[in-house]
C-alpha cells in the first residue's frame, strides 16, 4: 500500500503565508511526478502545481509567482510554499503523486485525505 499523508493547513489573515507537506509512504519502487491540487465545495478540483523527477515545476495561472512546490526525492516528500494569500485561496489542498508500487506493476495516481487552507481576517 501507500500512503501520502498532508500537514500545514490552517487559518491564515490575507497577506500571509503556510507551507504544505505531504510525505508518501509504503512500498513504493518509483514516484515519477509529485504535486497538488485544491478544491472548493460546490467546484471541480483544478491543479495547483506539479514538480516532476528532475525538479521541473509547473503551476496554475492564478497562483504563478506567489506559490511555490518542491521535491525532496530522498525521502518522498512534496511541499507547497504558499505566499502572498487571498480569500481565492480558501480550499481543500490535496497532494498526489504518480507511483509505482513494488510488485504493482505501472504508474498509478494516488491521493492524500486533504488538509484545509483558509484565508481569512
Known amino acids: 500500500q501507500v500512503q501520502l499523508v498532508e500537514s500545514g493547513g490552517g487559518l491564515v489573515q490575507p497577506g500571509g503565508s503556510l507551507r504544505l507537506s505531504c510525505a508518501a509512504s509504503?512500498?513504493?519502487?518509483?514516484?515519477?511526478?509529485m504535486g497538488w491540487h485544491r478544491q472548493v465545495p460546490g467546484k471541480q478540483r483544478e491543479m495547483v502545481a506539479v514538480v516532476t523527477t528532475d525538479g521541473t515545476t509547473g503551476y496554475a495561472d492564478s497562483v504563478k509567482g506567489r506559490f511555490t512546490a518542491s521535491r525532496d526525492r530522498a525521502n518522498n516528500t512534496v511541499y507547497l510554499q504558499m505566499n502572498s494569500l487571498n480569500s481565492d485561496d480558501t480550499a481543500v489542498y490535496y497532494c498526489y503523486g504518480v507511483i509505482r508500487m513494488l510488485g504493482g506493476g505501472n504508474y498509478r495516481n494516488y491521493w492524500g485525505q486533504g488538509t484545509q487552507v483558509t484565508v481569512s481576517s
Open positions: 509504503g512500498s513504493i519502487v518509483a514516484i515519477a511526478v
